[in-house]
């Protein structure tokens, strides 16, 4: 039962972000399964690039992931490539005030 809440809230805090940051941006494909399959595309694409290219600095492979995700996002989304940049930059926005949020919410228990 652990398994399966651990699994939603995992799910929510990763898709909610880029469902959040698509709909602002106007993206076509707004729903939880549009972007789970954005999410998961990203991740594929983003792992083989990364297997290409060994020895990339930590700096060089944040550079990397935006566009790259960004693909995935034009892809799945129904969006141009630079609404894309824009959702993926949004989207890490979000997910990084949102675990702040949860880390303050865990502290205070």
């Known amino acids: 039962m652990e398994l399966i809440i651990f699994v939603i809230i995992m799910v929510a805090v990763l898709v909610l972000p880029l469902k959040l940051a698509a709909a602002m941006l106007g993206a076509k494909n707004t729903g ?5 399959f954005a999410l998961l595309l ?3 694409i983003q792992r083989i690039v990364g ?3 060994p020895g990339v600095s930590d700096s060089a492979g944040v550079l990397m992931t935006i566009p790259l995700a960004a693909i995935a996002y034009m892809l799945v989304l129904g969006t141009g ?3 894309a940049i824009l959702i ?3 989207q890490g926005v979000i997910t ?4 702040l949020l949860f880390a303050g919410m865990f502290v205070n228990i």
Do not use: E, Q
């Open 32 to 36: 939880v399964f549009y972007c789970l």
């Open 42 to 44: 990203a991740l594929i």
């Open 51 to 53: 297997g290409m290219l």
């Open 81 to 83: 490539f630079l609404k």
């Open 88 to 90: 993926a930059l949004l």
């Open 96 to 99: 990084f005030f949102a675990m």
